[in-house]
């Protein structure tokens, strides 16, 4: 018998916006009760880690790649088409007139190379009161932000005159 994993591909399903999740849990529960797990290897909602920064805190937000869109690696065949494309909330596969068109490799390898991303909410020449540290409660305005190391620098004023000071990220919050 061939090796039919390697015969699987990466399709595209179209879903309605903000059912992405439950057509995953709906087509792996499928895939259990029809026995198609030598088929249908795996079904994704690619994902983006964000860290978003509000008022001096870090949270980490997953946002999804591409809303309305699960990621289906399957062999294509008859059974397999309709089980994906009759899921609820599935409304059809990414192709000419529906029939679906497989991911290329290039593709799936720049899904591969996601990087996290973070969202700063800090601006140049914005005040803010740093939160933590030797400079806590110090009010300073936002000289530069700098994303991959997770720091701002603020001027601040020591002895009458401007000082810049390199914080991280935690450390201020915007004056509210």
């Known amino acids: 018998m061939a090796?039919?994993?390697?015969?699987?591909?990466?399709?595209?399903a179209h879903t309605?916006?903000?059912?992405?999740?439950?057509?995953?849990v709906d087509l792996e529960k499928t895939i259990e009760n029809r026995n198609l797990q030598d088929r249908i290897f795996e079904v994704s909602v690619p994902v983006q880690s964000t860290v978003e920064l509000k008022n001096g805190v870090e949270k980490k937000i997953d946002r999804k790649l591409?809303?309305?869109?699960?990621?289906?690696?399957?062999?294509?065949?008859d059974e397999t088409w309709y089980v994906v494309r009759n899921?609820?909330?599935v409304t059809g596969f990414v192709?000419?007139?529906s029939k679906p068109v497989p991911l290329s490799d290039e593709e799936i390898a720049m899904l591969d190379q996601r990087e996290q991303e973070v969202v700063i909410?800090?601006?140049?020449?914005?005040?803010?009161?740093?939160?933590?540290?030797?400079?806590?409660?110090t009010i300073g305005t936002v000289?530069?932000?700098?994303?991959?190391?997770?720091?701002?620098?603020?001027?601040v004023e020591m002895f009458g005159r401007e000082t810049p000071v390199e914080l991280s990220f935690a450390e201020v919050k915007k004056l509210s």
Do not use: C, Q
């Not at 309605?16 to 995953?24: A, L, R, T």
């Not at 591409?66 to 062999?75: E, K, N, S, T």
């Not at 909410?121 to 409660?137: M, Y």
């Open 3 to 12: 090796d039919t994993h390697s015969e699987a591909r990466w399709y595209v």
């Open 16 to 24: 309605y916006s903000g059912y992405e999740n439950k057509v995953k």
């Open 66 to 77: 591409f809303p309305g869109y699960v990621l289906v690696h399957m062999i294509m065949d």
């Open 87 to 89: 899921t609820r909330g």
């Open 95 to 97: 192709g000419p007139e």
């Open 121 to 137: 909410s800090f601006v140049e020449g914005e005040s803010v009161v740093v939160t933590s540290g030797a400079w806590k409660d």
């Open 143 to 155: 000289r530069s932000v700098n994303p991959s190391k997770h720091s701002v620098t603020i001027s």
